[in-house]
């Protein structure tokens, strides 16, 4: 469903699990940083209506995760840690060149903000169900489904404000550039690294 090319090594939660604090942290900013897209969105692009209502529940959604998962920090006795750069966003962004309509410039907001809530449905698949901590992939579980919500909408808005066909093709080579991200990541306790 999510069409992603190359799927996270199940590896990868043996590393979460021996550094769930880290996870946490990391995650907590990745549901942050979705909530500033949101906002950003709206400031960027005020002249669409329906994107503009979609981002305001959006941006709420993401700061109600942001307090579920600090909330489970100071459950679990820490302080929320340190933001660190996300490389995987990083490398991501590199993709597809600066500038350009404002129309080409939000469809390719909205195919990377897409892509990034599928990986992160993705790893939240794999964390509900392997992580040894049945409440923990029971949480997971439930973003995962939220997450799921959060690739599809912003798809379909891609498809909606741009051409379609040409959309389609961008979205194809952004999911093969991924994949090759990816090779190089998987080995660190963050959501998307």
Same mark, same amino acid.
Request: aromatic share 10%; with cysteine.
């Given at each position: /469903? =999510? ?20 996870? =946490? ?5 990745? !549901?942050? #940083? ?32 942001? #307090? /579920? ?5 100071? #459950? $679990? ?6 933001? $660190? ?5 990083? !490398? ?9 309509? @404002? ?21 939240? @698949? ?8 049945? #409440? =923990? ?15 599809? /909408? ?19 080579? =952004? ?6 991200? /990816? ?11």
């Amino acid at each position: /469903m =999510l069409g992603l090319k190359l799927p996270t090594d199940p590896r990868w939660v043996n590393i979460v699990e021996k550094n769930i604090d880290e996870i =946490l942290t990391d995650h907590a900013y990745c !549901e942050q #940083k979705a909530a500033s897209t949101a906002i950003s969105l709206i400031v960027s692009f005020p002249e669409y209506t329906e994107l503009v209502e979609e981002m305001v529940a959006l941006s709420r959604e993401e700061m109600g995760h942001f #307090k /579920m998962v600090h909330d489970l920090i100071l #459950k $679990r006795g820490n302080t929320l840690g340190r933001d $660190r750069k996300d490389e995987y966003v990083i !490398e991501l962004i590199k993709f597809f060149p600066k500038g350009g309509s @404002r129309t080409t410039q939000l469809v390719h907001r909205l195919l990377y903000a897409s892509l990034i809530e599928a990986r992160s449905c993705e790893r939240f @698949r794999l964390l509900s169900e392997e992580l040894e901590d049945k #409440k =923990l992939a029971d949480f997971y579980h439930k973003l995962m489904i939220s997450e799921a919500g959060h690739y599809t /909408m912003f798809l379909k808005f891609a498809r909606k404000y741009g051409e379609l066909e040409e959309v389609n093709k961008k979205w194809n080579s =952004l999911l093969e550039y991924e994949a090759q991200i /990816m090779k190089d990541l998987g080995t660190k306790e963050s959501i998307h690294g």
